[in-house]
């Protein structure tokens, strides 16, 4: 993965706060305060993700448990550092290390960063879930958020956060803006269902074992999964097959 960490950005995204369709446009010379996770905010993450996961519904047969990945954490930690308003998109294959990268971001100002912040977080991606109808997110809603967060053959997870000092953000100059950054691997959102349907753990994949009512790769070079080719789907060695681009995820914002 690239991993650009300039001054100035000069891009568009879309993305949602409350109702609203806003446009941003992230620029300036900012002072820009990297955090790297806490413990308690590793396992707060891995451990409500994972809660999330497996008790979704209609119940999944082969959600996979999330376990958390030091160097994901490190590439979301520095693409947070340039406050983006944007998601890195193409790039995130962290290197050709991974097959490919999901990404979750979050964008609050003006918020504490205290022990509610990151249940927050992952509470308001898992609750897109209300707009996801008939395998396609509602007009005028997002729901990529909570596809990702649920997206079965994901496996591990990696995030990281700055504080920025000033981020032009929905037609507005606000003052320290937190960007989250979060990555998933395999990623997820290229095709309309994040599960399988059934029984917990009934359709685990190789290299998996069923722990805690969730299938948990035990074998990470056996572990089989899946990879978009030409609108289809194969079996893959994650470490034996080149990177294929995801599909862009969009931002989460919480403006005060």
Not at 19 to 26: G, M, Y
Not at 154 to 160: K, L, M
Not at 162 to 186: F, H, I, Q, S, W
Request: glycine letters at 6%.
């Amino acid at each position: 993965m690239l991993l650009p960490n300039p001054v100035i950005f000069m891009s568009f995204i879309q993305f949602t706060f409350g109702d609203i369709s806003l446009r941003a446009q992230s620029r300036g010379n900012n002072v820009a305060i990297p955090h790297l996770f806490t413990p308690s905010q590793i396992n707060q993450t891995v451990t409500l993700h994972n809660e999330y996961r497996r008790n979704v519904t209609p119940e999944a047969a082969d959600m996979s448990r999330l376990i958390w990945d030091a160097q994901l954490a490190e590439i979301a930690t520095e693409y947070s550092r340039g406050c983006p308003t944007y998601t890195s998109g193409e790039n995130a294959n962290g290197g050709n290390k991974y097959l490919w990268i999901g990404e979750n971001m979050y964008m609050t100002s003006n918020i504490a960063l205290d022990e509610d912040y990151i249940p927050k977080m992952i509470k308001t991606w898992y609750d897109e879930r209300q707009y996801y109808k008939d395998s396609l997110c509602v007009p005028r809603k997002q729901c990529g958020h909570y596809t990702q967060v649920v997206w079965a053959i994901s496996y591990q997870i990696g995030c990281g956060m700055t504080t920025c000092g000033e981020l032009y953000v929905a037609d507005k100059m606000r003052k320290m803006v937190t960007v989250v950054v979060c990555n998933y691997v395999p990623g997820g959102n290229f095709s309309p269902l994040p599960y399988k349907e059934g029984k917990a753990c009934s359709k685990c994949l190789i290299g998996q074992d069923c722990v805690d009512s969730m299938c948990e790769v035990t074998n990470p070079l056996n572990f089989t999964t899946k990879k978009p080719i030409n609108g289809g789907f194969i079996y893959v060695n994650l470490d034996l097959v080149p990177h294929t681009n995801p599909p862009s995820d969009r931002i989460t914002a919480v403006l005060r």
